[in-house]
Structure formats: C-alpha cells, structure tokens
C-alpha cells in the first residue's frame, strides 16, 4: 500500500477535491507507477458534467507521464525503472480488435466506466477506506496509482514528462482525427471546430498529411491566436464567418475534411460541420458532450453527396506504434508539443486550471506532481 495525493471528484457538477489516497499494491498484470505529469483534459470535466456516467468517487486524470516502481505477478510489458506514458485505452494486443488493427476499440475496455481495475475491485481507498474509482482505470490526478499493464507505453528516458502524457491522450487523438480516421490528403482543405488541446493537434496531422488549407474555427481569441503556429491558414469565431473564405478557397465545393474537436458537442454542432464538408467529403466527430440521440443532417447528403460521417477514438492510433512515432517526429522538430502547454499548475490548483481551460485560455495545461 503506498499513501497518495490526488483529486477527486464526488459528484456531478461539484468541486474536485484534493486529498490523501491510499494505492493498493500492483496485482497480477499490474504495475505500479510514480506520476510526474498530467495533463488537463477536457474528457475529465465531461465526468464533472455529467456527460460520461461514472461510479463516484473517482480519482480523475488519464493524460499521465512516469516512472514504473513495482510490477505484479506477469507483467512482461514495462519494468521497475521505466519511464511510460499511460493510456486511456488499454492495448492488449491479443483481443479481436487488436488483432484486427483496432486497438483503440480494446475489449478490456469493457467495464471502465466504474473505475475498477479489470477484477471488479478497486485500487483507490480515500482516507476513510472508502473505495474509489480511477478515470478510466488510471487516475493520474493522483501522484502514484496502479493500472494494468496493456495501459502502459515505454517511453525512452530522454522524453520530457510533460511530452510523454500530451501525447498519451491530446495529440494522439487530434493527429489521429486528422490522418487516420478524415485521411487527409496533399492538397485538402480541411476545416477544423475547436482548438483545444486536441483540436490543435488535429491541425497539426493535417498539415503533416498535406492539406493545402487549414480553416479552423472557434469562439476563443486565444486558441485562433495561436492556431497558425501549429499550421492553421485561417481561423474565425464562428462558423457563419467562416463560409464564405471555404467558399472562396474551394469553389463552392466546401471542405475534404471536416473534425469535431469541441470542448462540448452536440447534434447541432455535427450538422453544422457536415453541412459545410463536399462532396465525397469526410466528417469526423473526435469530441465528447450530449448523448441526445439527433444529429441535424439532411439525409440527401449521404445518397446524392455520398459524404461519410464518421466518429473517432483515440484518433484510431495504435499507441504502441503511434505514441513512440509521435515522440520521435517531436524529437526530429516535425511535432510542436512544447508549445501546447499554455501553462503548468500544482495539483491544489486543479480547479483554477480547468476555470482557466473553461476561460478559453489554454491549449492545455498540465499538472507537475510533487512528490
């Protein structure tokens, strides 16, 4: 049993909470890791919103960089010692969906939403001994916490921490939306809703695929300031003052690609983007939000238009391939992943960190674990 600091959250819409943790001892296929850096994503405050059903309490984070310090009965993949980066989806590597080429779609996902490890009990007990969660069964708002080992990545020792957990979930799941899940292609235009963290990283795979143009979209001054560092070629406020410049640049035909990466979505938001994406055009949804069952698309646009509307995960990656290829384009100066963090926080500022991502005011921010 190792004593923690982490972040807990209760309940919908309350505070989250920074308190003493205890961390169960790694069990078979489990390791036991030192946390250095987190990243504040926006999936952790749809648990908050009530978007994303969890069992409370629950220790949130899933964007972690550290340090393996114990590893259970059969781990084969990390060893004590090792820098990893953790995933938000596991990879075992052997199930149908990675033996078919979908590892982000794992079946040892089954069953995350209650934050238990894959045995049905939990790795988390607040002070009071009672048991909590782990954001999909990680938790890395905490500065130690256990998780499987298909949830690991190995990560040289070179790798900032900081670098290693953005592309853990953000970077992944942007580049990903972009290039494999919309196959952006040299010469698209592409038009991207959102620039946060993840959405950022969309517009980067997508000038790393080639597309000529790069039209982003949204409401912060902040975001569409930073957006051309990143490759974007236009931003705007809204959609409505962004039609006519896709107009011009495509001829009427609209966008190749268009990807949803909104802090929150919805059906509105989804027809909206389809609307502006042409004909044998692709639309990728990579955000989170309602779970109203509608999306305001006209029908005909998938018979006569022959659009594809798509959903994404984890931007398709296979993170055993994908994270350290990632990391390797960072490293090679083809992958900005420095200038993501706006700014780094201690884990008692949590609630000012994620007031300051509601702000609009950061691409991400990440918490920098004491130990």
Request: aromatic fraction near 6%; charged fraction near 20%.
């Amino acid at each position: 049993m190792v004593r923690a600091r982490g972040a807990v959250i209760h309940g919908v819409g309350e505070k989250w909470s920074v308190e003493d943790i205890d961390v169960s001892d790694p069990g078979p296929g489990e390791v036991l890791i030192k946390v250095m850096a987190t990243g504040l994503c926006h999936s952790d405050d749809h648990v908050v919103r009530g978007d994303i059903g969890v069992r409370f309490p629950q220790v949130g984070g899933h964007e972690g960089a550290g340090i393996v310090q114990k590893v259970g009965p059969g781990v084969r993949r990390v060893k004590p010692g090792d820098h990893v980066a953790t995933l938000f989806m596991p990879a075992c590597g052997s199930c149908v969906s990675c033996a078919a080429g979908r590892s982000y779609l794992c079946e040892m996902a089954v069953g995350m939403s209650t934050g238990f490890a894959l045995d049905g009990t939990p790795r988390f007990h607040l002070s009071d001994g009672t048991a909590a969660g782990a954001t999909c069964r990680v938790g890395t708002f905490a500065n130690y916490l256990v998780c499987h080992e298909s949830q690991t990545v190995a990560v040289p020792d070179s790798v900032d921490f900081t670098a290693a957990c953005l592309v853990s979930c953000g970077v992944m799941t942007g580049w990903g939306a972009a290039v494999n899940a919309g196959r952006v292609r040299p010469g698209d235009t592409v038009l991207i809703l959102g620039a946060g963290g993840v959405g950022m990283n969309a517009v980067q795979g997508a000038r790393h695929a080639g597309a000529d143009h790069v039209v982003v979209v949204d409401p912060s001054e902040f975001a569409r300031a930073q957006a051309p560092a990143f490759g974007a070629t236009d931003t705007f406020a809204s959609l409505d003052e962004a039609r006519p410049r896709i107009a011009e640049i495509t001829g009427g035909r609209n966008a190749d690609v268009s990807i949803v990466t909104v802090g929150r979505v919805n059906g509105d938001i989804i027809g909206q983007a389809f609307e502006l994406t042409g004909k044998a055009g692709t639309c990728v949804v990579a955000s989170l939000g309602s779970s109203d069952k509608f999306v305001a698309v006209n029908p005909r646009d998938f018979s006569n238009l022959t659009k594809t509307l798509t959903g994404s995960l984890f931007g398709n990656c296979n993170p055993l391939v994908d994270l350290p290829r990632l990391l390797g384009m960072h490293a090679a100066g083809r992958l900005k992943l420095d200038e993501l963090v706006t700014r780094t926080y201690r884990l008692d500022q949590i609630n000012e960190a994620y007031d300051d991502l509601h702000a609009g005011v950061n691409i991400r921010g990440v918490i920098l674990h004491d130990h």
